[in-house]
T-cell receptor
Framework: GAVVSQHPSWVICKSGTSVKIECRSLDFQATTMFWYRQFPKQSLMLMATSNEGSKATYEQGVEKDKFLINHASLTLSTLTVTSAHPEDSSFYIC?????????????FGEGSRLTVL | DQQVKQNSPSLSVQEGRISILNCDYTNSMFDYFLWYKKYPAEGPTFLISISSIKDKNEDGRFTVFLNKSAKHLSLHIVPSQPGDSAVYFCAASIMNRDDKIIFGKGTRLHILP
């Protein structure tokens, strides 16, 4: 089946530094990828929709200058957490749809746990 | 404003019995519903889905029931197995509008030996 890979799976950084997380669709092309964030004991929160070749669409309340998304190719989207702070510590998950349309199966990456000291 | 609600944060079920996970939604525009399973420190994996034109969809041990008038859906797992212990997320979307999927907070299922 379709596979979505994230890297790194975990990262620890100092406050004020920037961290980049990669999301790759390994055996299919994804014109759209999604980035989610999950706090402990909470739901997956959609942060933004990453569109290949165009600007990402951010959900309300998500700072686009804080969470930079780049979708440079049909198989790669990156999320950069800029000037990270401890409150940015979270589990970040990307996903991509293997087929067309919202009813198709959504494949998720393994997730990346960010800890900001 | 939580559009997809899973009011039970956790559920414990004896191995071999039926597990029933519930989900309510508020947006009547939702017409496609999905269930995902998630293990700790991993991304969610798709389990089963249902379109609003149906009221039941079955796949092996998993059955999803949809009650549109009540804006309620449920996931039945029978018989429950130890490997079913995980967090289950209910999700909803509006087909042919965008690809956004709205998730509930999840229900942690414990299968007891």
């Amino acid at each position: 089946g379709a596979v979505v890979s994230q890297h790194p799976s975990w990262v620890i950084c100092k406050s004020g530094t920037s961290v980049k997380i990669e999301c790759r669709s390994l055996d299919f092309q994804a014109t759209t990828m999604f980035w989610y964030r999950q706090f402990p004991k909470q739901s997956l929160m959609l942060m933004a929709t990453s569109n290949e070749g165009s600007k990402a669409t951010y959900e309300q309340g998500v700072e686009k200058d804080k969470f930079l998304i780049n979708h440079a190719s049909l198989t790669l989207s990156t999320l950069t957490v800029t000037s990270a702070h401890p409150e940015d510590s979270s589990f970040y998950i990307c996903s991509a749809r293997g087929g067309r349309g919202p009813g198709g199966e959504l494949f998720f990456g393994e997730g990346s746990r960010l800890t900001v000291l | 404003d939580q559009q997809v609600k899973q009011n039970s944060p956790s559920l414990s079920v004896q191995e071999g019995r039926i597990s029933i996970l519930n989900c309510d939604y508020t947006n009547s525009m939702f017409d496609y519903f999905l269930w995902y399973k998630k293990y700790p420190a991993e991304g969610p994996t798709f389990l089963i889905s249902i379109s609003s034109i149906k009221d039941k969809n079955e796949d092996g041990r998993f059955t999803v029931f949809l009650n549109k008038s009540a804006k309620h859906l449920s996931l039945h797992i029978v018989p429950s197995q130890p490997g079913d212990s995980a967090v289950y997320f209910c999700a909803a979307s509006i087909m042919n509008r965008d690809d956004k999927i709205i998730f509930g907070k999840g229900t942690r299922l414990h299968i007891l030996p």
